[in-house]
């Protein structure tokens, strides 16, 4: 059978029709045509090119239109940018595609630069918003059913995550044994963290490592990945809490900045300075992980949270010394943002996946359990849950959890 490049190797009829599943292109055996596929029978694909309405796996019906996040407005103002459209229709897979519906969805520090525009200044609003999400496969293309069936459970790092439904290239997607917010986390902040201290932070044991923010979605894995290279681990933190937390997760040294100084603990504590520096926050925290570095010392930037809330995006910080404090150390700063480390993403996600499975690794998520208004559930609460992690109060990756109308039985 043929399929016309138009159709994109989907039926042309106007209504939905099923085409069987077929992992061989022949069986030699005899019997039944199914009897090759292990005796059941091959699972039914769903064309919906042509539906409005389409059914999921399990008969619920999947609506014509959904809730979604939409950057109106170039803003780093989340609430100003961001406005919650009701009827957004769902998107239909093309053939290599997945329609994922989320289940859970993560904040990123960088959500707010995205709703400014600070990432690609060609894009002009509307635009979907949101980086990463985890949920089951609802439909798909023929060509993604290669590789994919409905009801799986899969993850992925795309624009777009604030939507009840997302459509996802298969190639992007990442299979999962189950819908867990636990691995959620290691989609953007476990594999920032996996990823830059091992191509940037050279670790090697008894190297002394600080992580700025160390509490946070990426830095409880920059804690927990130093540890595991027998490195010696400073964190900064907020409160008694978050360093009662980074204790549990190995960390050696615990600084609460809102009740110590940073700079005269590191002072007393490491004279000779630290070799690594895993550095979030920005402005004053930068100067202090500077002047703190060891002769040959790393200062790794993965981002400078206090700026983001400006116009500009930045943080002050003493540039005009810049030069001369490198020079004098024989030190460097290295930037990473992890779209220009794609190569090694696959590698960095297996291994932080094997770790977790293997108990090898905390997965710390923040439900917004003990925010104000309670936990954070459905894409209205994305809002509070932006405003959460500016105000500092997260211990691990903030989820918002998605829930579903009672029809569906998943």
Known sequence: MSFSAKSGALLSSRAPRYWWR???????????????FGGS?????????????????????????????????LSQNFREAVTLQQDSPVPLPGDGDLLVRNRFVGINASDINYSAGRYDSSVKPPFDTGFEGIGDVVALGLSASAHYTVGQAVAYVKAGSFAEYTVVPAKHAVPLPSVKP????????GATAYISLKEL???????KVLVTAAAGGTGQFAVQLAKKAKCHV?????????????KS????????????????????????????????????MFDLALNSLATKGRLIIIGFITGYQSPTGLSPIKAELLPAKLLKKSASIRGFFLNHYLSEYQMALKH????????????EVDFGDMSPEGKFIGLESVFR????????????????????????KL
């Not at 009740?259 to 603990?265: I, M």
Request: hydrophobic share 30%; glycine share 10%; with cysteine.
């Open 22 to 36: 077929r992992r061989q292109p022949s069986c030699a055996a005899e019997g039944p045509s199914w009897s090759c």
């Open 41 to 73: 029978r091959p699972r039914p694909i769903l064309d919906m090119s042509y539906s409005r309405h389409f059914l999921d796996f399990q008969g619920s019906s999947i609506p014509s239109s959904m809730k979604k996040l939409v950057v109106t407005k």
């Open 182 to 189: 636990e691995f959620l986390t290691l989609m953007v902040s």
């Open 201 to 207: 932070g050279e670790l090697s044991e008894g190297k």
């Open 234 to 246: 400073i964190g900064t933190c907020s409160s008694d809490e978050k360093g009662g937390f980074l």
């Open 249 to 284: 997760i190995g960390c050696d040294c615990t600084i609460n900045y809102k009740t110590e100084s940073v700079e005269s603990v590191l002072r007393k504590d490491y004279p000779e300075g630290v070799d690594v520096v895993y550095e979030s926050v920005g402005g004053k």
């Open 352 to 363: 932080l996946l094997e770790m977790y499975e293997k108990g090898d690794l905390v997965c």
């Open 385 to 408: 849950a932006v405003d959460y992690m500016y105000m500092g109060k997260n211990i691990g990756k903030i989820v918002v959890e998605l829930p579903h109308s009672v029809n569906s």
